[in-house]
């Protein structure tokens, strides 16, 4: 599938302040970028090779900074109708670089949740099908309600508070799949149908040798997905972190629109985006 | 019914300690205290007007002090057999002093868990039944397990951890309960066939003008409890509390057996020990 | 000192509310009411014996309320100059109903942070100074910030996020206050030259067989304190609280302008308005 | 310098059991490995190039396991004897592999520190005595308590509870540096002179182009430390981890006795023994 992605963001800057954006799309595993374009101050960039990760370092005088981004982006994504091939891999048998998300994160307290993943997702047949009814649970217990949390709120909260966001919905789905021992990962992303336009956030679970994608809040086509970062939590995937003086929040001015060929069908099969 | 009941605890104090006991048992409401005796140091004694809690309060020097307290208890419960007769009492014809026992206390932080209480228990019909399921929720979703929490330990914490004691599996009865708006208030107690015998905790909640108990750990008949205190939660309802040095912890030696008649089986009535 | 106190508030009523408020003076100990006028709806009133808290209930149907309340209240403290004079009372020689005021709350975990307190103010001659010390310490360590807390927001959290309000400041003060065996309760009031105009929140202290009154904000003069309700902690003190369907938030049209004589200087003396 | 360590570790296993161990000591950066054995079941072996991890993986059969570990370290640390020399690095300037180390971690929220960490720390001179500084800090006010924190005890709990052992004083370490933008990261070690002999936790700070070693416990000298495995926190470097069921907690025999040259005096000098 086809995308135009894009974002225009602004800072006001009172001191001397520097910022490490992480908006532009990947461009391994199965997205393909067409072209793309960065307006804004220079700076030096990197892009990890474990998880390419793309980021951008610019250090901002004082005074107004406008920062646009937009891409063509073409994903392939790998896809499994039969949801029921895609098993869990025993611990036993995982990539050593898997293991780090096997591990309790900043958002993601998987050990404080074990008791209750067991007892609730312990006795459904490994896999994709058990990440879904983690989904499905979510979607059910949980309530979408904007400016419910903020930037400290974990997953622990959100199970207690059962209320939150996009981010909130996808810290709980790592949490849960964690704690039965399936990896799982943040990843942050351009979505389409969103609504209103913003940055989505979605997880992925490493099943059958791969990472699926998933969104709990079921508020895009899960094949609708162009991925800009991936990491243990939204505490490695920020969109953008500065250390500095802004006068003001940093204005969200869009995220352009996805011009891409509406699926028909919300896709119900497996899909995954990279091997690693 | 008729209980034989009691305790005995040894303290082991350092320097000075000011000890308050809590553990005689009420002798208000349905509870008719036939003889009691108390062995230990002297102290000034208060019974609370509005609750019937019975204080001891004593200033042991060092040394190793024993504690030792037995009572022989008439119970005379009010009971309803059909529990669908006893209904929720609107805030606006509750008494002024059952308002406190909605607020959210130390360990029942019921504003922070009313998102899943109304979710889960909202639609339910009002009254016993409703503080029944939430008994029954508790019971099914929380797994007792000694050693599993400790002093601050709150109902926010045990519905993560999902295990805990009868202290926790009270807080958790109390918050969902005033999260719905029923008044309820913690019960410290002596009780029938409790293995291994040690003071238990239940829950009372003010439905049709009185106060219910109940007990969501199903260890012992609920007409088989013998109160010792009310209050908001287990702060105000410490068997003992001191300040002071100890050497070590304060030892239980026994909570002595109750004796009394088994009931034939447990009661599935609504049964009540006092109006307010 | 004589006052003039009132608020205006409004609710806009979406389905029926039962409403309780807790707005008007106290008219005991140093308090006496040279006159009063309340407009709104009509409720049943209770002034609770022990507390001297005035509480009005009202049933409201969907709509738009107005209520406004006004006082000529003139206080009368009890004030020491020699502040060194006011000592603490042992545990065991504090009054029973004293006692409560010791018992971790809600927002006032005394049992999480007693060993910060005793190592921050353990070694402080005991007394007036030692909670004015208690003060001082919250008023350099915390910055106030309108917004940096909300109704969740207990004296844990404010000790490690280091910002808050003035209930966080009371909150945390009474928290150190118990921890070091010192009862202490909040205080709802009414304030003189508070800006900008609002309900405000401090504590009491109970030294040397009265309640003291202390304000770690230094917002306003410690004797232009007009007393609207006592209790562990703002669990037991909202000045409004309400069972139904708001559309949007109370609007808090104003608290009256407090006229009075202004003290020439903010007083350093021990400032106390109750024995009980 | 030249260690001897080595350890004794047992597990007896009720079910399958897949082990993870990580006590293998470091041999990259100013650590030489001149000889080492391990003696246990066979497994799979990872060496983490980025980090110089070395992680060990078995699948467990029911039944009593004994695994030990012996090696003859030599370490040669970079030691700079005037630490004011030692600087931080500009986050603009710092390497994109260390800025993960900035971020908040599930035991290190810097997140929620940080106006402590400012306030207390933000006026010092930037570079290895600030965090020299935190590290007195930590000491002086926390208390080292065997037993007074358990696997889920984070930062923000220590910073309130004053209590803990040296892991927790390593996370409360990394939680400052981090929030003061100092890349921090855990550090499991080998330590000379720790009393009774068991693993231990340090941290490290980015500094002037280097990791610089740090330990707030002040329990053994910071030039006798060898480095097991460097992570964000806790979780990315438990000596063990394990997925089954064991009877019983694994039982750590022994840390061997570490024998080395004893420096005559402890270290003030800045020591480090790894630039990534």
Known sequence: MRFSVGCRIQYDVASETTLILNVEA??????????????GPAGDIHEVPETGNRYRRMVLPPGSHLISYSAEVETRPFTLGDTEQVGEVPIAELPFDVLPHLAPSRY???????????????????GHERVQAICNWIFENVDYVEGSSDSTTSAYDTFTARAGVCRDFAHLGITF???????????????LELVPQDF?????????????LFDATRLC????IVKIAVGRDAADTAFATYYGQLDGPPKLVTVDKLEAVRPQD??????SLSTH
Chains 1, 2, 3, 4 share one sequence.
């Open 26 to 39: 990947q461009r391994a595993g199965g997205q393909l970028l067409l072209g793309e374009a960065f307006d």
């Open 108 to 126: 993601c307290q998987s050990d404080r949740l074990a008791r209750f993943a067991w007892r609730q997702f312990g006795e459904l047949p490994p």
């Open 177 to 191: 799949a964690r704690a039965l021992g399936i990896p799982a990962r943040f990843v942050s992303a351009y979505a």
């Open 200 to 212: 989505h956030a979605v997880f992925e679970a490493y099943l059958g040798g791969r990472w699926y």
């Open 221 to 224: 086509p899960i094949d609708g």
């Open 266 to 271: 919300w896709t119900v099969d497996a899909v």
